[in-house]
């Protein structure tokens, strides 16, 4: 009976671990797909931004070549479990020349050094952990890169078809129960 706690798991469920599950080698899995699996470890996926919105191609955060790290700066926002995540997915520009052919994806622990989340204020479904997410010199080790190099413009849609059917069956079973709750309470008042 809560939107914002089942927007909570959908979003760890079929955001991240989706990522985790396609993109990610066998350590990345081990490391950060088993335990989410188990209940150990919650995920967020950081797409949006706040002058790109939900414009993939748009998305000005960046992660620069340093040695064997990535160096990560850039915000994004209105990012389900934004706050209380264990780890990031984080989608980020690693070649600027190539517009949305340049975009990669790593996954970034959370209490890794420069990463800060405010908490939304948010009308309604509070029981969704819902952030602004900001990246300040995060260094994130190349080894945290999933799949490859530039190539996470076509992973992010070819997620996105699963993600908008999984919220479209959501919302239907949401629109279905409060019908079915409303035809309750007309019979007994």
């Known amino acids: 009976n809560s939107g914002g706690f089942a927007a909570a798991m959908l979003a760890h469920t079929y955001l991240a671990m989706q990522h985790l599950l396609a993109e990610g080698d066998e350590r990345i899995k081990q490391e950060y797909l088993v335990p989410s699996i188990i209940g150990d470890k919650i995920g967020c996926l950081c797409i949006t ?8 191609a748009g998305m000005r955060t960046k ?3 340093d040695g064997d790290h990535y160096v990560l700066n850039g915000s994004k926002t209105f990012i389900t479990n934004g706050v209380y995540s264990d780890y990031l997915v984080v989608c980020a520009k690693t070649e600027t020349t190539l517009g949305s052919r340049g975009i990669s994806i790593f996954v970034v622990d959370r209490d890794t050094p ?13 029981g969704s952990d819902t952030a602004e997410i900001a990246f300040e010199n995060v260094r ?8 490859e190099e530039n190539k996470g413009f076509g992973y992010i ?10 919220m479209a069956v959501n919302a239907h079973a949401c629109a279905e129960y409060a019908l079915e709750y409303s035809l309750d309470y007309m019979h007994e008042r």
């Open 157 to 166: 849609m070819q997620h996105f078809a699963l993600e908008r059917l999984i």
């Open 140 to 147: 994130i080790p190349a080894a945290n890169l999933m799949g």
């Open 114 to 126: 420069g990463i800060s989340a405010t908490k939304l204020d948010k009308l309604g479904w509070r």
């Open 63 to 65: 992660a620069a070549k």
């Open 49 to 56: 931004e706040p002058f790109a919105g939900s414009d993939v």
